[in-house]
Structures are given as structure tokens and as C-alpha cells.
């Protein structure tokens, strides 16, 4: 069932996580620093730069008044109205980022290249070598079987590799252990996670979201009360039927198994529809957070998945 002509991303084996592959992301952090990318911007299919000035936030365009800055002017808009507007800019203020990473056992499962929670793993690498490298502080909630581990907002090179190695000590323990995550782990972690966070924290949660209550969704709305907040949804694309593989196969957790035949139609069309139902579920929930989801394979190198990009 695996795809042998798709590269496994430097220092990884799919399945098990070294520091190596986690430290991998340290170098690559540079080419997605403001203005030059935005690691969000091609997640969402955007590939124009949407970066701003280290120091100032964008605020708003408004027509020209005496005085402002000829700088400051918005020349497209100017041309494209024919009349002259300014930009409009904030200071900036410390945005503390907080990860929140799920590698408990839904997420330790793949079928082509990776298991979602070496991708996962991934992701909050590059993010949080990404944070740093613009002078942020950076903290986690990693999310095992039975466990989760805070590790608070930190600055420097300290926070990443204190992440970083956290989220080694528990895949690998979860890995071993085998034991399933209750859905009460998930809010733990998401009121773990309102507990460390200052106000104005830039909180991404990163997930399959196979173990979100009600309870965690309402954790999740109080948290986007008084944050950035964004999800990121990582999926393995047998979830999305797509799998060259047309024999029998045994799947199951650690309570049950069962034998699934994928030469059926009727097989991938449920696993199609059970997708569909997933992802409106977490459009819906996008919508009343008013905070983006974003979608990753664990089918594809996560850098492929960035525009290209690897290294």
C-alpha cells in the first residue's frame, strides 16, 4: 500500500522520529521569514507574499490626508481608483506562539509515505524554528496515548529544542505503548493549552481532530476568544480513498481488526464520504471559531507541500 517512488523527507524512516529530521527544519526556517513567504499563505493555495515589516502591523488603507507619509501610500489601490490611499499600520506587539501537537493514536498511521504523526511533528518544527528565527517566544502542549506534556513559551534556540525533544520522548513512548487516546486527553490538552497561553497568542493546534468533543470544541471557541487561533488537519489519503492497493487488508487499533477489501468501489466510496463528513465538521467548526483550517497529507513531504521547496 506504500508509494515507492514518492522520497521520505531527510533523516526519516515514516514511522519512528529522530532529532535529526526534527532539526532538519532549523535551515529551512529562513526561506519562509516575512516578507519574503508565508508557510500559511501556501497552505491555503495563496502563493503571493503576504508578509509585513518586522515591527508593524497592518491595519487598514484609507483615502490620503494631509500630512501622511507619501511612503506610506498604497499605490496599487491608489491606480486602481484613481485617487490617492495610505496604509495604515499598528505596532507590534510580542505574539507568543503556542503548538499544540497530537501524536497520540489516531495519528500514528499512514499508508503511502508517512504517519500523520511524523508529519504533524514536522509541521511544529518548521514552526517553531520559524518562530524564533522572528524573535518570538514558543511553547507546546504535546499530546500522547495517556500524557500530555506542556512546555512553556519560551525564547531563543531553547524553546524549539525543548519542544522538539518532547515531542521525540512521547511519540516514541506512544509508539511503544500502544495505548489509545480518550477523547478526554484532547481537552485536557486544549485546556492545558488556555491555561499556558497569554492573551494575544498565536495558538496553532495540530491534529487528524479524530478525538474532538463537544467539550474540546468549546475549549477551542474560548481560546479564539482573545487569540489567533488556527487548525491544521492532517489526513493520511487513504482517509480520502486513494490508495492504488485493490486486495484485502487488515485493519484495526489495539482493540479491534477487520478485514477491508479496497478492490470494491463501495469500500472507497465510504471512506470518501466518512472524509467529506469529517472535513465539513471542521469547516463548520472554522466558521464559528472565525480562525482558518488548513489541510496536510501524510502522503506527500511536507515541503512538497510548501510550494516546492526542499532542501
Not at 19 to 48: C, F, M, N, T
Not at 70 to 97: F, N, Q
Amino acid at each position: 500500500m506504500g508509494n515507492q517512488r514518492m522520497i521520505l523527507p531527510a533523516h526519516s524512516d515514516g514511522i519512528h522520529l529522530s532529532l535529526a529530521e526534527l532539526l532538519h527544519y532549523q535551515k529551512q526556517s529562513v526561506r519562509w521569514l516575512p516578507p519574503a513567504r508565508s508557510i500559511w499563505s501556501y497552505l491555503s493555495g495563496h502563493h503571493d507574499s503576504t508578509g509585513k515589516g518586522r515591527g508593524m502591523d497592518f491595519a487598514e488603507v484609507r483615502p490620503y490626508q494631509k500630512g501622511d507619509d507619501v511612503r506610506s501610500i498604497d499605490w496599487r489601490i491608489t491606480a486602481r481608483t484613481g485617487k490617492p490611499h495610505t496604509k495604515l499600520y499598528t505596532e507590534e506587539r510580542e505574539c507568543p506562539v503556542m503548538v499544540a501537537v497530537d501524536l497520540s493514536s489516531t495519528m500514528q498511521y499512514g499508508t503511502q509515505l508517512l504517519y500523520k504523526s511524523v508529519q504533524a511533528a514536522h509541521i511544529a518544527s518548521l514552526i517553531c524554528w520559524l518562530t524564533v528565527a522572528q524573535k518570538d517566544r514558543v511553547g507546546a502542549v504535546v499530546i500522547g496515548g495517556e500524557q500530555v506534556v506542556d512546555c512553556p513559551p519560551t525564547a531563543r534556540q531553547q524553546g524549539p529544542l525543548q519542544i522538539v525533544n518532547a515531542i521525540k520522548r512521547v511519540h516514541e513512548q506512544t509508539l511503544e505503548t500502544g495505548k489509545n487516546q480518550s477523547r478526554d486527553t484532547f481537552l485536557t490538552a486544549m485546556s492545558q493549552l488556555h491555561r499556558l497561553c497569554p492573551k494575544g497568542s498565536d495558538l496553532i493546534v495540530i491534529s487528524d481532530f479524530n478525538q474532538l468533543s463537544d467539550g474540546a470544541e468549546q475549549r477551542l471557541k474560548q481560546l479564539a476568544q482573545h487569540n489567533h487561533l488556527r487548525l491544521l488537519h492532517v489526513f493520511d489519503p487513504i482517509e480520502q480513498g486513494e490508495t492504488a492497493y485493490r486486495g484485502r487488508f487488515w485493519l484495526g487499533d489495539h482493540r479491534r481488526s477487520l478485514q477491508v477489501s479496497f478492490g470494491r468501489k463501495s469500500t472507497l466510496a465510504s471512506l470518501r464520504h466518512d472524509f467529506e463528513r469529517h472535513q465539513q465538521r471542521l469547516t463548520a467548526l472554522s466558521n464559528q471559531l472565525r480562525s482558518p483550517v488548513y489541510h496536510v497529507s501524510a502522503g506527500k513531504p511536507l515541503l512538497d507541500q510548501l510550494g516546492g521547496i526542499r532542501g
